[in-house]
C-alpha cells in the first residue's frame, strides 16, 4: 500500500509505504485504522523523504601571497616587505574557472546534483493499530526503527558482534537509509527515535515548515542531541564504494567535476564507521 502525505499548511510531503499491513474500516463508529494482516510475519512502515541533500560544483581558492621573506620570517599581508608599501591580499582559481551563472563550463555539465530519496522504516508491533489519518500516520513513538545489520552495531561493539559482523553491502528496501550529505547512506542505531509536531505550528502569523528531529532515548522518555548524549550514526553504503577498487584521491564527479566531498572521502568514510573486517588500521 502507497500513500502519500501533502499538506500545504506547512508543505510535509512524505510517502506512507505498507508492508503487511492492511486497512481495517468495519464500523461506521470507529475510525479507519492500519493493522497487521499476518501476525506471524513482520509489518514495517516506510517513510519516504524527498531528497534532503545536493551536490554542487566546488573550486580551489589559494592566496597569492608569499608566506615567508627570504629569511623564511612571515609577513604581514597589511604590511608587505620592510621599505615596500602594503600588499594586498589577491585570491585566485587553481585548475578551473568560475562557471557563469546557470551555466556549467566544460567538464561539467551540471551546476548541482539532486540526492536519491531517503527513508524510515520502522517496525510494527502485532498488535498495533495505526490511525488512518495524517497525524495518525506520521506519529511513530511507539515504534521501532528497522536498521541493516551494520547500523544496528552499537557504538562499543562485543567482540562477538564485531566477530559476526556482516560484509558492506546496499540497504535493503526496509532498513532505514538516510542521505545525507551527497552521496553517503547514513544510518542511526537503536538508541534512537524520531521526534515531530503532528499539527502545524503558527506564531505570529507564520507557520513553521514541518520537520522531524533525532531524539536520543531514555529511562523516561527521550532527550535533546547534545555534546553529552550524542546520537551515534554510521555510513552504512555509498555508491562509491567499491571494495575491489578504491577511489583515487583526484577522482572528480562525471557531471560537477570537483566537489566538496570525493568519491574517496565517501569511500573512507564508509570504511572507517562500518568496515569490521579486511581492513588494517593502527
Do not use: C
Not at 42 to 70: H, K, L, N, R, W
Not at 108 to 120: F, M, V
Not at 229 to 245: E, F, G, M, N, V
Request: glycine share 4%.
Amino acid at each position: 500500500m502507497k500513500i502519500d502525505l501533502l499538506r500545504p499548511d506547512d508543505l510535509l510531503n512524505l510517502r506512507i509505504e505498507t508492508t503487511n499491513l492492511r486497512l481495517e474500516s468495519n464500523d461506521l463508529n470507529i475510525p479507519p485504522s492500519l493493522v497487521v494482516e499476518d501476525p506471524h510475519k513482520p509489518a514495517y512502515m516506510s517513510v519516504i523523504f524527498p531528497p534532503q541533500t545536493i551536490a554542487e560544483a566546488a573550486y580551489f581558492e589559494a592566496s597569492g601571497i608569499e608566506p615567508a621573506d627570504a629569511n623564511s620570517k612571515p609577513i604581514d599581508p597589511g604590511k608587505g616587505m620592510p621599505g615596500q608599501p602594503p600588499r594586498i591580499p589577491i585570491l585566485y582559481l587553481l585548475d578551473d574557472s568560475l562557471d557563469l551563472p546557470g551555466q556549467p563550463s566544460p567538464p561539467r555539465i551540471a551546476n548541482a546534483l539532486l540526492g536519491r530519496p531517503s527513508r524510515l522504516v520502522f517496525q510494527v508491533p502485532p498488535e498495533a493499530h495505526i490511525p488512518f489519518s495524517l497525524q495518525g500516520l506520521i506519529d511513530w513513538s511507539n515504534m521501532e526503527l528497522n536498521l541493516s545489520p551494520i547500523a544496528g552495531i552499537g557504538p562499543e561493539p562485543t567482540v562477538d558482534e564485531i566477530e559476526s559482523a556482516p560484509d558492506i553491502t546496499p540497504p535493503s528496501p526496509l532498513d532505514t537509509a538516510i542521505e545525507m550529505p551527497y552521496g553517503l547512506t547514513v544510518s542511526p542505531n537503536r538508541d534512537v527515535t524520531f521526534e515531530q509536531r503532528l499539527i502545524p505550528f503558527t506564531s505570529q502569523g507564520r507557520t513553521e515548515l514541518w520537520h522531524t528531529r533525532l531524539v536520543t532515548k531514555t529511562d523516561t522518555g527521550t532527550s535533546e542531541i547534545s555534546l553529552e548524549k550524542p546520537a551515534y550514526l554510521r555510513a552504512i553504503w555509498s555508491p562509491d564504494y567499491k571494495p575491489d577498487k578504491v577511489p583515487g584521491t583526484a577522482e572528480k564527479n562525471q557531471y560537477l567535476s570537483r566537489t566538496a566531498m570525493s568519491a574517496n572521502d565517501r569511500y573512507q568514510i564508509v570504511v572507517l564507521t562500518s568496515a569490521f573486517h579486511g581492513y588494517e588500521v593502527d
